[in-house]
C-alpha cells in the first residue's frame, strides 16, 4: 500500500475528516495500487468501496479504535481476529442481517462437505459462489492441518496457489475474503463477479481445478445470454 493510506495514518484521522479521506485519498489510490497479486486484490474491493455508503463518524472512530487495539503480529494472532470475526458473523447471520442464510452455508454442512472430498495440500480448491466463504475456509484449515506435516513449502503453496472462487455480490465477497487472510491464506484467488460470465468459460484449460465445492444459490433466474454458453439449459420459471 501507499504510505499515505497505510493504517498508522488510518488510525490517526481526525473524526469528520473519514469521508475526504475515503474518496479522495483511499479510493484514488487503491485504484493505483500496482500489478503485484496483492494490489490486484485491493483493486477489486474498488468495487465494493465505490457503492458503500460509510457510517456516521462517531462509530467509525470507535471501529478504528476497536481494530487498533487487536493483534496482527503473528499467524497465531491473526488466527484469534478470525475466531472474534467468526463469532461477528455467527450474531449477524442468526440476526437475519446483510449477509445471513443466502450467503452463508452453515458450519456442519461445510465440515461434512469437506469431510468427503478431503482436499490435501497440493489441491486446487474452487468454491464458484463461495458467499462469505466457509466452506473455502473450512477446506483452508483441513489443508493447513495437513500441511503441518509436510516441508514449510507445501503450506506456503497452500497460501498463496491454493484456493480460488467466485461471488457475485460486494459484502460477502469482501467477508470471505477477509476470513481467508485471516485464516493465513494471503493470496486468495477470489474474483467478484458472476462465475457464468467468466470469459474464459469455453476455455476448459484456462482454469483447472482438483476440488470444486458449492453451495450454490438455488431458485435464481440465469438470463437465456447466460444460458447460451451451456450444453444444458435451466428450465425456465
Excluded at 457503492?51 to 493483534?71: A, K, Y
Excluded at 497460501?159 to 465477497?173: A, D, H, N, Q, V
Excluded at 467478484?192 to 482438483?210: M, P, Y
Amino acid at each position: 500500500l501507499p504510505l499515505h493510506i497505510r493504517w498508522k495514518v488510518i488510525k490517526d484521522i481526525f473524526p469528520g475528516e473519514f469521508n475526504q479521506f475515503y474518496t479522495d485519498r483511499l479510493i484514488p489510490a487503491l485504484k493505483q495500487s500496482g500489478r503485484h497479486p496483492h494490489a490486484q486484490s485491493l483493486t477489486r474491493f474498488v468495487r465494493v468501496l465505490e457503492h458503500q455508503r460509510l457510517p456516521d463518524d462517531r462509530f467509525l472512530t470507535s471501529l478504528v479504535h476497536f481494530i487498533d487495539s487487536l493483534p496482527f503480529d503473528s499467524p497465531k494472532d491473526c488466527y484469534e481476529v478470525g475466531n472474534l470475526l467468526e463469532a461477528l458473523l455467527k450474531r449477524v447471520t442468526q440476526s437475519g442481517g446483510k449477509v445471513s442464510g443466502e450467503y452463508t452455508t452453515p458450519d456442519i454442512v461445510a465440515e461434512l462437505m469437506v469431510e468427503l472430498v478431503d482436499p490435501q495440500p497440493e489441491d486446487r480448491v474452487y468454491d464458484p459462489c463461495f458467499g462469505t466463504g466457509g466452506v473455502l475456509l473450512k477446506c483452508a484449515e483441513r489443508m493447513h492441518t495437513r500441511a503441518k506435516q509436510m516441508p514449510p513449502r507445501v503450506w506456503d503453496q497452500v497460501r498463496r496457489r491454493s484456493i480460488f472462487g467466485f461471488e457475485l455480490c460486494s459484502t460477502p465477497y469482501v467477508v470471505g475474503f477477509t476470513r481467508l487472510v485471516l485464516a493465513g491464506i494471503d493470496m486468495p484467488g477470489l474474483e467478484l463477479g458472476n462465475t457464468l460470465e467468466r470469459a474464459d468459460l469455453s476455455n476448459h484449460s484456462a482454469s483447472q481445478f482438483d476440488c470444486i465445492l458449492a453451495d450454490p444459490p438455488f431458485g435464481v433466474r440465469v438470463s437465456p445470454e447466460i444460458q447460451s454458453h451451456f450444453h444444458i439449459k435451466s428450465i425456465p420459471r
